[in-house]
């Protein structure tokens, strides 16, 4: 019986880790390949995408994090620092920072110099290594919510 139990547990909890991650690398490729024209059809797809990723809540942030680099389109640039900058401000216990500073402080624009971009792209993947075991454990993927 305990056995039983353990294995459901277990095909429960693999079910759900498959399920975010497979929704999650979707959003992600969704954001990175496809793009808006005039045609208003095709926001839709990146509007999906976009809002899993913010449901996903800290479960998106490792694989955003792990994105950021010069070569991705700055569409997706841009989508994925405003996740990432909100996010951690959902998660942030921590009063001195400001969240006009954050927001723009890691937020891509994509008229920043290429120097801007290094370095809100360094400041994020920073703080994801020193702080992101404290926001999101990957075997907790029954939360979207930070530490929890």
């Known amino acids: 019986m305990a056995s039983g139990l353990a294995l459901l547990l277990l095909l429960g909890w693999i079910s759900t880790f498959f399920y975010w991650h497979i929704r ?5 490729r969704i954001r990175q ?6 045609d208003i059809k095709s926001y839709y797809p990146l509007w999906d995408a976009a809002g899993v990723l913010e449901s996903a809540g800290s479960r998106s942030m490792p694989y955003l994090v ?6 991705q389109h700055p ?3 841009q989508c994925a620092s405003w996740i990432i900058a909100w ?5 942030l216990h921590d009063g001195n920072v400001e969240w006009g500073s954050r927001m723009g402080g890691w937020a891509y624009i994509p008229d920043d110099p290429s120097e801007v971009r290094a370095r809100k792209f360094e400041e994020m993947k920073a703080w994801w290594k020193t702080h992101g075991a404290e926001y999101h454990r ?8 930070c530490g929890s």
Not at 138 to 145: D, E, I, L
């Open 87 to 91: 996010q951690s401000l959902e998660c």
């Open 33 to 38: 390949t496809q793009r808006l024209t005039s």
């Open 75 to 77: 569409e997706f640039l």
């Open 138 to 145: 990957w075997w907790r993927v029954w939360s979207s919510k």
């Open 66 to 71: 792990a994105e950021l680099n010069e070569s």
């Open 24 to 28: 999650i690398t979707r959003a992600i």
